[in-house]
């Protein structure tokens, strides 16, 4: 199973994310969800340094990902990766909704 949580801050933004695990709803290669998974965080990997201009250093392992924002991002900054990473949430909630037995979404306030 693959759990996700997202780390908030203390007005409800996003500030990081930490997924754990495989989804093991198929074989490795042709599994739908962690590709899914996969896609939707690699991409807000790269909105987030490309378009938002926020240098970030995701820790990525097999079956591991974590990613923070750094705290001195100006507000410009923040808010484009606000965007993105609001909806890489929606897209995960998603997954986690369509493959319950796949995937655990849970949201935690400060740190994981």
């Known amino acids: 199973m693959i ?26 290669g042709r599994d739908i969800v962690c590709a899914a ?28 990902f974590y990613l923070t924002l750094p705290e001195d991002a100006s507000e410009e ?8 990473l609001d909806t890489m949430v929606l897209g995960l909630k998603d997954i986690a909704r369509t493959y319950p037995a796949h995937v655990k979404f849970e949201t935690r306030k400060g740190g994981v």
């Open 3 to 28: 759990k996700i949580t997202v780390i908030l801050d203390a007005d409800g933004r996003v500030r990081g994310l930490l997924i754990k695990g495989h989804a093991g709803y198929d074989e490795y």
């Open 37 to 64: 998974v996969s896609a939707l965080t690699e991409t807000a990997v790269l909105g987030i340094e490309e378009v938002a201009g926020i240098k970030i250093s995701p820790i990525k392992k097999e079956g591991y």
């Open 77 to 84: 900054k923040l808010y484009k990766a606000d965007v993105i």
